[in-house]
């Protein structure tokens, strides 16, 4: 990054940084081909929208997952099991493979513009890649910020987990309803 970019890059305030993954998109497009990929992203983007209303934002698209971002982690988790039950009964009902894995980070990335980028963005991202399809993982640092003011909503240990570039573990936790 040039040293005026640099300088253009500033300090987002503490939220929640969330990717979402459509597990086997690659797949389903050699299979039923580009119009149908994109009409299954145009699927995800709605799904996302509808979930998380006003209380986050669609920071990028990247391929065939979503970077979002939450003031309030407690919004991030809640849109987060919304989506997955959302996909799911999509899924079932449209006999379409929308499979989705969904990874999440506290932190206070850099702004540029409205993009996000720098270490918490890295380690959200690394998170997504872990999680399996149908899960949505998250960090300690996420799970501290959300757990106690999240009743109904259980937070399992996964362990700490070493990620690629991340210089230490980072402990994980699995969400779901109770």
Partial sequence: MSPTRAAAAVRA???????TDLA?????????????????????????RQ??????????HLGDGLMLWFDDPC?????????????????????????????????????????LIGHDVN????IVDIAAPGEVLLSQACAEQAAERLP??????VGPVVMKGI????PLYRAHRA
């Fill in 13 to 19: 305030a503490p939220g929640a940084i969330v990717f």
């Fill in 24 to 48: 086997g998109f690659t797949e389903f497009t050699a299979l039923r081909g580009d119009e149908a990929a994109l009409a299954l992203l145009s699927l995800q983007e709605r799904l996302v």
């Fill in 51 to 60: 979930e998380m209303g006003a209380r986050g934002r669609i920071v990028k």
């Fill in 75 to 115: 919004d991030a988790v809640r849109t987060a099991l919304g989506l997955l039950e959302s996909f799911e009964r999509h899924a079932s009902e449209d006999e379409l493979p929308l499979w989705v894995r969904i990874g999440l980070h506290y932190g206070s990335p850099a702004r540029r513009g409205r993009d």
């Fill in 123 to 126: 380690v959200a991202a690394r």
């Fill in 152 to 157: 109904g909503i259980v937070f399992e240990e």
């Fill in 167 to 170: 210089p230490e573990p980072i």
